[in-house]
Every structure is written in structure tokens, then in C-alpha cells.
């Protein structure tokens, strides 16, 4: 199986318009798939020829095995998006604004201006986020089949659009009026390196645990997975398979 930089590369190329195609580069993505030098070679000596072949034997391999992960990357992000929407999303929005208001600080007019606009962004983020949402809602429930394609920029979106909620309000909240400019970018970026930290200490030990289930080991899954920023639907289900959380 191929990597996700030669996947994006295959797409890339795939998705070019047959006459703008650059065949050296095809072959070359098709000669890391098939080892295959001959046809490499070809496709070098005579591109006009073989550019109908390597395109050929390009979407072959796309269609028996990149659609797939394609499909099955764009169902793991819809699954996502479902656990943003029942946090961010499924408040009308005046219940959305008072629960928004409840977590402005309450030293909020003193904080400096940088800090402050995270505030302002984050009612922004959403109201852009419920935005998206209602674009993706209207294109899945209109008549017919709706393709990856269509979904993946509107789930991408929303993903990306939940990070940037998530981080400005863990530097909103952790901005201590106490300490210097420099310390306050510290204590965020070891938020984001413990949370990643954590991902890799439950990816580790799941396992061992399902073999294993210790007591110790358990409360240490669950306290990995206390600090992980925005956990991804595939950990929380392992862990709640696993009885460590519910």
C-alpha cells in the first residue's frame, strides 16, 4: 500500500487534465507502485505513446485501492463532524450564546487585546461553523447518492475550523495575568505537546491492556486520555470498548 504523499501525488495527477499531464511524473508514481523499470523506461523514451498506458494502469491501482481508503477516511471524518455537532452544534443558537457567555472569564476587559480576540474569533468560528454545517445538511439530504468528493471540503472544514476553537480557548483560558508574554506561548505549546504525548501513551498501551487489564494501567489510560485535546472518535471508542471510560 502506498504512502499518503504518493496517494496525494497519484490523485493529483489523475485529476489533471489529460493533455496537461506530466507522463514523467506519472511513470514515476507508477514505478513506485510496480517496481516496474520497463515500462518506466518506455514511457521516458516515448511519453505521447505510453501516456494512455501509465494512465491506465494508475487509475486501475486508484480504483482498487485508493478509492477505498478514500471512502473510509471521509466515514471516519463524518464521524467526527457527528461528535462536533452534538457539542458545538445542536443548541439553537440562543441557548448557543448563553452557554458561549458562561465561559467568558470573568477578568475578560483586563486581559491584553490579543487574548481578548480569541473570545471575539471563537463566537465567530462558530457561527461559521454552523454555517458549514448547514451547506453539508442541505447537500446530503437532497435527492440521490452524495459523492466522497462533495462531502470531504465541508467535513474538512468543520474539523479544521473545531481545532482552531479548541486551541484559541485553551490559550484563552490558560493566559495567566501573572506571568510574561513568552511564558504564556510556553504553557500552550506543552498543552499541545502533552496532549500529543498522551495520543502516543494510549496507542502504546491499549493493547497491553486488553491483554492485561491492571488496575494501574487503566487509571494511567485515563488520565492520558483527560489530556488529550479533541480525542478522535477511533480513541474514545477503544478506550469505551475497553471499559476505561464510559
Partial sequence: M?????????????ETPAGERDIEEGATILLKINRNQLTY????????????IIEYELRKYYNKNVK??????????????????KKHLSLDENNSASEFQAGKRADHDSLPDEIQA????????VQRMRDVHAQLR????????????????????????????HENWARYDAYDTTKAA?????????????????????N??????????????????????????NPSEKITAALKELGIIE
Avoid at 480569541?118 to 468560528?125: A, P
Avoid at 468528493?149 to 465541508?154: A, E, I, Q, V
Avoid at 487489564?213 to 486520555?225: G, R
Fill in 2 to 14: 502506498i504512502d499518503k504523499t504518493l496517494q496525494k501525488r497519484l490523485q493529483k495527477w489523475l
Fill in 68 to 85: 477505498e481508503i478514500t471512502h473510509a477516511q471521509v466515514e471516519e471524518m463524518a464521524r467526527e463532524v457527528e461528535k462536533i455537532e
Fill in 204 to 229: 502504546l498501551n491499549k493493547k497491553r491492556y486488553a491483554n492485561n487489564p491492571t488496575e494501574e494501567l487503566k487509571a494511567k489510560l485515563a488520565a492520558a486520555y483527560a489530556k488529550v485535546i
Fill in 138 to 165: 442541505i447537500l446530503t439530504t437532497k435527492p440521490g447518492i452524495c459523492p466522497d468528493s462533495d462531502r470531504y471540503p465541508f467535513l474538512k472544514d468543520l474539523i479544521a475550523l473545531d481545532k482552531r476553537l
Fill in 41 to 52: 523506461r518506455n514511457a521516458l523514451r516515448n511519453p505521447k505513446k505510453f501516456g494512455r
Fill in 118 to 125: 480569541l473570545y471575539v474569533e471563537n463566537k465567530s468560528i
Fill in 182 to 202: 513568552e511564558e504564556q506561548q510556553e504553557v500552550v505549546l506543552d498543552a499541545r505537546e502533552e496532549s500529543k504525548r498522551a495520543v502516543g501513551f494510549i
